[in-house]
Every structure is written in structure tokens, then in C-alpha cells.
């Protein structure tokens, strides 16, 4: 595996803001945060995205998200907030190190739409693809 910026942190080798971590996840400031608050969660051991994490890890990183974000929340006491992430390079994945976004949100604050307008999808396109993903989340699938 080559250098990870966020292994770094996550073993307190690199610096960074720290507002919470246990013994698997960490939570911290971005260095170019979107808005006031807004922290990154991930979870101590590499993983390059959302889809590598067992099963075990993404329940831990999903309990530290929303620990985090009551925190968040209670602090800054935003008129919203969006979790996100991103996997792969398609979806603006920056680091290859799982991580989910917490950014509190204001209305009319700087950060703006998140979804771009869209076209409905015609209705024998919208069958077919969830007949194709029906498939992949047969039971009897891994």
C-alpha cells in the first residue's frame, strides 16, 4: 500500500484536529473544511472504499458517524447536515481511504445544492435496472 494521508492521522502520526475517535474510528477537521464543523469519520485500519469494509467495520464506522453528528449537532446546532461519501474517482473521491463527510448545514449557506437537477427515467428503464439489482442482492449472494 503506498503513504495514506488519513493512516497517518489515524495512528497520530500526521496532525490534525481531533474532535472524537475510539479504538477503531476517528473523527477530525478536514484541512479545507466546507463549512464551520464540517469533520471527516474513518476508521483507523485501511480501506481504500466503503465497499472494502466488512461488515463489522461498517456498522462501527456507521455507529461513529452518528455519535458524531448527535455532537455536531448539539454544538452548532445547524438547520441541517449531509453525511457523504464518495467512492471512486467518478464520484470526486479524493482519498483512498474510506472517510465519511458530516457537514452541518445552514440555509442559504456557501455550500449549495448537492444534487444537480435531473430528468425522470422512463419507466421500462427504472424495471430493468431494478430487476438487475434485485439479482445482485439475491440471497444467495455474497
Known amino acids: 500500500m503506498q503513504e495514506c494521508d488519513f493512516c497517518a492521522i489515524g495512528a497520530g502520526e500526521a496532525p490534525a484536529i481531533v474532535v472524537w475517535e475510539d479504538e477503531e474510528n476517528l473523527a477530525f477537521f478536514p484541512r479545507r473544511p466546507a463549512v464551520v464543523g464540517h469533520t471527516l469519520i474513518i476508521p483507523k485500519q485501511h480501506y481504500d ?14 455507529q461513529a458517524v452518528a ?12 438547520d441541517g447536515m449531509n453525511l457523504i461519501n464518495s ?8 482519498v483512498f481511504h474510506v472517510h465519511m463527510h458530516l457537514v452541518p448545514r445552514w440555509t442559504g449557506d456557501r455550500f449549495g445544492d448537492i444534487w444537480p437537477p435531473s430528468e425522470p427515467w422512463a419507466g421500462e428503464v427504472k424495471a ?7 439479482q445482485e442482492l439475491n440471497p444467495s449472494r455474497p
Not at 67 to 78: D, I
Not at 87 to 94: I, L, V, Y
Open 49 to 62: 472504499d466503503l465497499f472494502e469494509l466488512p461488515d463489522p467495520a461498517v456498522a462501527s464506522l456507521t
Open 67 to 78: 455519535r458524531v453528528g448527535r455532537g455536531l449537532r448539539r454544538a452548532l446546532s445547524p
Open 87 to 94: 467512492t471512486g474517482k467518478a464520484a470526486t473521491q479524493s
Open 128 to 134: 430493468e435496472v431494478a430487476d438487475m439489482v434485485r
